[in-house]
């Protein structure tokens, strides 16, 4: 399996509060994706970057930031979340765009 | 932005073909579909990928019709440990930065029966 790490898997907070995802992937692929996964709507797109310092905004980035400070972590935060935010997080790696993602374990979160 | 549709359940029993079917309108001509099989508690995993014509590998086909308005993922001889949600995933713009937008189908839950 290709090398990503998703941390923390759990993580069960309050509204109002900052939360960070973090993705780490030991492939050196250029490209990586967060994605929030909901029963019926599938996976969407939150933010991705394709490369060090180079980020865009995905269907459903209202309320999330990203960073990526270095080519093999990815950051996503929640500058202060709200229920509505409870999901599953998925991050995804890929050599290039329309090059076939691997995909990370996923981050249950749960916003209280 | 793409939008991409699946049937949401289908049933089969082993030693069957499947063949699950992705609507996907305003697809530009260089776009590509890709398929993703994702079992419960882990994230999707890559299944095939193509632009047009048909694909095959060593676990599935591809089909895309000339108009590309669909695509069909074909899985030959399914078995139990195929039961699993199929995603198709419609990947719109250039490869060198940012701009680029993905399109990921609402799932079909495929169910393998004896």
């Known amino acids: 399996d290709a090398g990503i790490t998703q941390s923390p898997r759990h993580k069960v907070t309050e509204t109002g509060t900052p939360v960070t995802l973090r993705c780490h992937q030991t492939?050196?692929?250029?490209?990586m994706y967060w994605y929030r996964q909901d029963p019926g709507h599938g996976l969407r797109l939150i933010h991705y970057?394709?490369?060090?310092?180079?980020?865009d905004k995905g269907e459903v980035s209202d309320g999330y930031s990203v960073s990526r400070s270095k080519t093999e972590d990815f950051l996503l935060t929640l500058e202060s979340a709200t229920s509505s935010q409870t999901s599953v997080y998925f991050c995804?790696?890929?050599?290039?765009?329309?090059?076939?993602?691997?995909f990370g374990d996923g981050t249950r979160l749960s916003i209280l | 932005l793409a939008k991409t549709t699946q049937p949401i359940s289908m049933d089969s029993y082993e030693g069957q073909e499947v063949n699950i079917t992705c609507s996907h309108n305003?697809?530009?001509?260089?776009?590509?579909i890709t398929w993703y099989q994702q079992f419960p508690s882990q994230g999707p995993r890559f299944i095939i990928q193509?632009?047009?014509t048909k694909v095959t590998n060593e676990v599935a086909s591809l089909f895309i019709p000339a108009d590309r308005k669909s695509s069909t993922l074909s899985l030959p001889r399914v078995s139990l440990s195929d039961t699993a949600v199929y995603y198709c995933?419609?990947?719109?713009?250039?490869?060198?930065?940012?701009?680029?937008?993905?399109?990921f189908g609402t799932g079909t839950q495929l169910k393998v029966e004896l």
């Open positions: 995804a790696i890929s050599r290039d765009f329309e090059e076939p993602q691997h």
């Open positions: 492939e050196n692929h250029r490209y």
């Open positions: 970057s394709y490369g060090v310092k180079d980020t």
């Open positions: 305003n697809i530009a001509t260089n776009d590509y």
């Open positions: 193509g632009y047009k």
């Open positions: 995933l419609v990947e719109e713009g250039i490869l060198t930065g940012g701009g680029n937008k993905l399109t």
